[in-house]
């Protein structure tokens, strides 16, 4: 059967008008203007070709047709409300489906994990490779990027967007620092990631400039005996996520976990 298309947005706004008897109220708790509350009540009398409101010496009024509705709808948005916690409930709050890029996982992410794993033993982690992987796709709950901020995304920075120098000799180059020595300045060598240019710096390979926090990773793990001064870079590791898996419990606990 085909449904009727119900404004939605227009039957929030009648709702939290009804329960004020105020536009000005209502705006308040909606986050919009009086004008805009305004407008959502007169486009939802226009569809349904009754009055909502009535304005009296005393303030706003229900009419009639408005509180035959106002029931049926409030137990409709309760509904509405049960239906997403329903939904939310579906999703596990035990299995944490993370990507990041291999490099950081190995040197940062993974004994954090296990530090948080150590805390929570129900909990399962399921590991998927790569910085670019789509969150629908891959069904993720967050993903660590390096990346000059969250894009379209919610995160948060892992410290501050710095980098540093690990080896000597001739450049190293990787893709997020393909011209290390300038540009028209051939690099000795080429590598895939971060990584790579740390695993080659440490062999004696030459030098690479490589974030700051992967270094300290390779260092606090005893790969690598220390490395160059800090300085400024364009990109940081962030953790990110869409708004709904951002806003799940599990997901604040991770990320609250992995920040501090």
């Known amino acids: 059967m085909k449904r009727t298309h ?76 049960d239906a997403v916690q329903a939904m939310q409930a579906g999703q596990s709050s035990h299995v944490y489906t993370i990507a990041a890029p291999r490099d950081i996982f190995a040197a940062w992410l993974a004994p954090r994990l296990a530090a948080f794993r150590a805390a929570n033993p129900d909990i399962r982690v399921v590991l998927v490779d790569g910085d670019a992987t789509d969150f629908t796709e891959a069904n993720l709950d967050l993903a660590m990027r390096l990346s000059e901020g969250p894009g379209d995304l919610e995160g948060v920075a892992i410290g501050e967007a710095q980098q540093t120098v690990v080896g000597e000799g001739e450049w190293i180059a990787w893709p997020s620092d393909p011209n290390p020595a300038g540009e028209g300045i051939e690099a000795g060598l080429h590598v895939g990631d971060a990584g790579q240019a740390i695993a080659a710096a440490a062999a004696g390979l030459g030098r690479a400039r490589v974030p700051l926090l992967l270094a300290q990773g390779w260092r606090d793990l005893g790969r690598i005996p220390g490395f160059g001064e800090a300085e400024p870079a364009r990109k940081a590791y962030w953790l990110v996520a869409p708004l709904p898996q951002w806003r799940q419990k599990k997901v604040k606990a991770l990320v609250a976990h992995l920040t501090t």
Do not use: C, M, Y
């Open 6 to 81: 119900l404004p939605l947005n227009a039957l929030r706004v009648f709702d939290a008008a009804a329960r004020h008897l105020s536009f000005t109220r209502a705006a308040d708790e909606l986050a919009v203007t009086p004008a805009a509350v305004g407008q959502q009540i007169r486009a939802l009398e226009d569809l349904l070709g009754v009055v909502l409101f009535r304005r009296t010496t005393k303030g706003l009024e229900l009419t009639d047709e408005a509180q035959a509705g106002l029931e049926p709808l409030r137990a409709g948005f309760l509904q509405f409300e």
